[in-house]
Structure formats: structure tokens, C-alpha cells
């Protein structure tokens, strides 16, 4: 009767656990094959709707740049813990003319993006504006030490 139950146990392990990876898919599938399709100065913005899509983003600062993003990350090995391991990390990035022309088709892959270097300065601010709690403090000061307003603003 144990060898039955202890047969049963290894079969429902073996068959509910599966050896292949898990692949987290984020984004446009296959944006490199799709990229190549793209030709500055032919194709615009309804001609890139068609072909990928709407943009993932687009740009905070010009409304005529928009980003393409693609990820694939993996779970890697049991020594790591669990950690993530990224396979496909693209990016792309297209910039329209005011008529809606595509201007510049820039494309980053995870080599490209790791050759990226960050500037380590810090810009200073000159001008430092005051956090909401500190007005609402100052403004309530204000108001005990003058609470008809008849004092002049110094």
C-alpha cells in the first residue's frame, strides 16, 4: 500500500512540475524583426500604428517622439535565489517631423544600452522652492502673529 501511495505522490510531482523556464514577455514581440520594416522619410505615425502598434510611451518634453519597448526576463538559477535574469531588453526610438513623417529611427539592444555611460555630477539647484508643509507653517505664523492683516509685509 506505501509503495502505491509513495508511486502516486512521484507521478503528481513529476507531472505538475515542468522543466522548461518561464519567459515574462513585456512589450512589442519581436521589435528587432520589426524595426528593419521601417523607413525614414516613407513611413508615419499611421503606417507605425499599423505595423506595431501604439507607442509604449512617448515623450514628456515633444509629443513627436514616441518609445518602443520590448523585455524578456527569465527566472535564472537555484543558486541565485530566484533572480531575474533579463534575455531581450529593446528599445525603440522614433522621432516625426510636424507633419507626422518619421524623421530618426534610433534602436538599442541590451549591448547597446549597457555601453550607455551616466553622468555621476549633480546639477545644484539655484532656486529652491519651499515644500508644501514649510508654506502652510509659514502661512499659519503669518496669521497668528497678524490675524487681521493690517501689519505691513516686510
Not at 6 to 26: D, G, P
Not at 106 to 119: G, S, V
Not at 122 to 150: A, C, M, Y
Request: with cysteine; hydrophobic share 35%; aromatic share 8%.
Amino acid at each position: 500500500m506505501k509503495k502505491i501511495f509513495y508511486f502516486i505522490i512521484i507521478i503528481t510531482l513529476n507531472t505538475s512540475c515542468s522543466f522548461e523556464k518561464v519567459v515574462k514577455h513585456h512589450g512589442i514581440h519581436y521589435l528587432e524583426k520589426k524595426q528593419e520594416d521601417l523607413r525614414v522619410f516613407v513611413n508615419n505615425k499611421n503606417d507605425i500604428k499599423t505595423m506595431l502598434g501604439p507607442p509604449s510611451t512617448s515623450s514628456i518634453f515633444d509629443k513627436e517622439v514616441w518609445i518602443y519597448i520590448e523585455r524578456k526576463t527569465t527566472v535564472s538559477d537555484l543558486k541565485t535565489l530566484g533572480k531575474r535574469k533579463i534575455l531581450i531588453n529593446n528599445a525603440l526610438v522614433l522621432e516625426f517631423d510636424n507633419r507626422g513623417l518619421l524623421v530618426q529611427k534610433k534602436f538599442y539592444d541590451k549591448e547597446n544600452m549597457n555601453k550607455i555611460k551616466i553622468a555621476k555630477d549633480e546639477t545644484k539647484v539655484l532656486n529652491k522652492k519651499r515644500s508644501f508643509v514649510e508654506s502652510v507653517l509659514t502661512s499659519l505664523r503669518h496669521k497668528i502673529n497678524d490675524p487681521l492683516g493690517q501689519r505691513k509685509a516686510k
